[in-house]
């Protein structure tokens, strides 16, 4: 697969939508030979955490996630992951992490444009097509996103907070920016299938990519 990703023609960006896995050698190959040839990928908590785990990265001690995924351990292994990228050693410069509760997505400064309203499209696709509606009914949904949280759990980052004006919030860290909003859940969803698949497109549809 990293042999084929590295023949596409680099003004063609790739993006790469991982799947749960229990193979850690399989998601080393991933790590050290697809993610040098991508310039995106979106990930769940699950697959998140794994990663982690499988190459020792930040809190890899961390058995599973209890309840909610913590919002500073989650940008924590974000920012492990997009590492490569600021000292020059990966193509991948964007993560969109999805979990029921919120979405973060974080990119290497200078490659990318129009987050903040990526980062919503994605959120609210969760919602709509969860509940099969093209509309979001606030009767429909709930809200289980912390509003207030830490940045980062290794080097006790600032607090950023969110609020109904406004819903994104914005922090940066050596070289990368995250980009945080709350997801409507749906109370009673009907249309599952696909639908990290949909959250994932979605905000690719808004992403711009700066010209280098």
């Not at 289980?144 to 994104?168: C, H, I, N, W």
């Not at 409507?184 to 010209?211: H, M, N, Q, W, Y």
Request: with cysteine; proline share 5%.
């Amino acid at each position: 697969a990293a042999t084929a990703l590295s023949d596409v023609p680099l003004d063609i960006l790739i993006h790469l939508e991982l799947a749960s896995m229990t193979d850690g050698d399989l998601m080393r190959g991933i790590i050290h030979q697809v993610f040098p040839v991508i310039s995106s990928v979106g990930l769940n908590e699950q697959e998140l955490l794994f990663l982690s785990q499988s190459s020792s990265g930040p809190h890899s001690a961390l058995p599973a996630w209890s309840g909610i995924p913590d919002v500073g351990i989650v940008s924590d292994i974000l920012f492990w992951i997009l590492k490569g990228s600021v000292r020059g050693d990966s193509a991948l410069t964007r993560v969109h992490f999805h979990t029921l509760a919120y979405h973060i997505l974080a990119t290497v400064d200078g490659f990318w444009e129009n987050q903040v309203a990526a980062v919503a499209a994605g959120a609210r696709i969760a919602g709509a097509q969860a509940c099969a509606s093209e509309i979001i009914e606030p009767s429909k949904v709930t809200l289980k996103s912390p509003l207030e949280f830490s940045t980062s759990k290794t080097d006790m980052g600032p607090t950023a907070r969110v609020s109904a004006k406004e819903p994104v919030a914005v922090w940066s860290k050596d070289g990368v920016t995250f980009h945080f909003t709350p997801v409507l859940i749906c109370k009673e969803p009907v249309r599952t299938v696909g639908l990290g698949d949909a959250i994932s497109a979605e905000g690719l549809l808004f992403s711009e990519a700066k010209t280098q």
